[in-house]
């Protein structure tokens, strides 16, 4: 069975800080997504990494495929409390393994 | 506008009383599934339909039942629901199976009791 391992499980920082958000497997993966997901809604895609060591940048946030394609990272710059959510990495290979996600808390 | 629709939204029940959540999709979507969430577990998926009268099951399909008699819908069942199947329910719609983005409905919010 193929996992994805996601941590830190929840995260709680001030307005400011940076963070990094891990997404580790044992099992290689023909792309990988982040999704981030807001209470009472469903996720929604930020961005997909294909190419081992690509590196996306969407404003403040910053994603990064590992070069053996088994791993990724999402990195946010100067957190928002607008940024608060959960973060859901997803490796496809035929079909999307979903991590547990991150819940990730910015405070003012 | 794009978008998945579920409904209901909220929904409390009884043990063993059958149950349909509904999901629709405008996007003309060949791949459509059903994911449950739960906290510490992630979305896992429950059944997932690659086109029309084409379904199969996924990581958790006991006690569910799903059919795809159209391209736009994607209705799930719980037969006799049971306390364990309280849960968070996404549906989600993509072009195709892969690396394609998935969109997701609202959720559906069941508590069996």
């Known amino acids: 069975t193929q996992l994805l391992e996601q941590s830190p499980q929840f995260l709680s920082i001030q307005e400011g800080e940076n963070l990094t958000v891990y997404c580790n497997s044992s099992s290689v993966f023909s792309s990988l997504q982040w999704y981030r997901q807001e209470p009472g809604e469903g996720p929604v895609l930020l961005v997909t990494v294909v190419t081992g060591g690509e590196v996306k940048k969407l404003k403040r946030l910053t994603f990064q495929f590992g070069d053996a394609r088994k791993d990724s990272s999402l990195h946010i710059t100067a957190a928002q409390p607008g940024d608060t959510g959960l973060y859901l990495c997803?490796?496809?290979?035929?079909?999307?393994?979903f991590g547990q996600g991150t819940e990730l808390s910015v405070k003012p | 506008e794009a978008q998945v629709t579920q409904n209901p939204r909220y929904l409390i029940t009884v043990t063993g009383k059958k149950l349909t959540v509904t999901c629709s999709q405008n996007m003309n979507h060949e791949y459509m599934s059903w994911y449950r969430q739960d906290p510490g577990l992630g979305l896992r998926q429950i059944y997932y339909s690659m086109n029309v009268e084409v379904t199969d099951k996924g990581d958790v399909p006991e006690g569910y039942k799903v059919s795809r008699k159209e391209k736009r819908n994607f209705p799930l069942i719980l037969e006799s629901p049971s306390p364990n199947q309280t849960s968070l329910y996404f549906c989600a719609s993509s072009y195709q199976q892969g690396f394609h983005e998935q969109y997701f409905g609202p959720g559906t919010r069941l508590t069996v009791t």
């Open positions: 997803a490796g496809e290979a035929g079909k999307l393994i």
